[in-house]
């Protein structure tokens, strides 16, 4: 299915890049998008991507922060995080879905990965 990976303890102000790789369908075919929980918390959207990374859209929270893309020639999706803070602390999540264009909505991704655990200390 997905396999994110990525994820890690860093200080805050540094950066990490996330990876979710897909073997298993075709992937240029999918939306993906990239969800985030953090302790206690429900699952908020990060950031989509439209099958042909044409059309992108963060949540506000990371805008100008973080920057979603793909290679759709090797089944990648990535999440660049630049100037991390606490409040990122959270297990990142990629998703997968066929019938959008992009999406901030879990229900319309099918596919998802484990997760990554990603954690900023002050």
């Known amino acids: 299915q997905l396999v994110e990976s990525g994820g890690g303890l860093v200080q805050a102000g540094d950066s990490l890049r996330l990876s979710c790789k897909t073997s298993?369908?075709?992937?240029?075919?999918?939306?993906t998008g990239w969800f985030r929980q953090a302790p206690g918390k429900e699952r908020e959207f990060v950031a989509t991507?439209?099958?042909?990374?044409?059309?992108?859209y963060e949540a506000d929270s990371v805008k100008g922060r973080f920057t979603i893309s793909r290679d759709n020639t090797k089944n990648e999706l990535y999440l660049q995080m630049n100037s991390l803070k606490p409040e990122d602390t959270a297990d990142y999540y990629c998703?997968?879905?066929?019938?959008?264009?992009?999406?901030?909505?879990?229900?319309?991704?099918?596919?998802w990965g484990q997760g990554t655990q990603v954690t900023v200390s002050t």
């Open positions: 298993d369908f075709t992937f240029h075919n999918y939306a």
């Open positions: 998703a997968a879905g066929l019938h959008v264009w992009t999406s901030k909505l879990e229900s319309e991704y099918e596919y």
């Open positions: 991507i439209s099958r042909n990374g044409a059309t992108r």
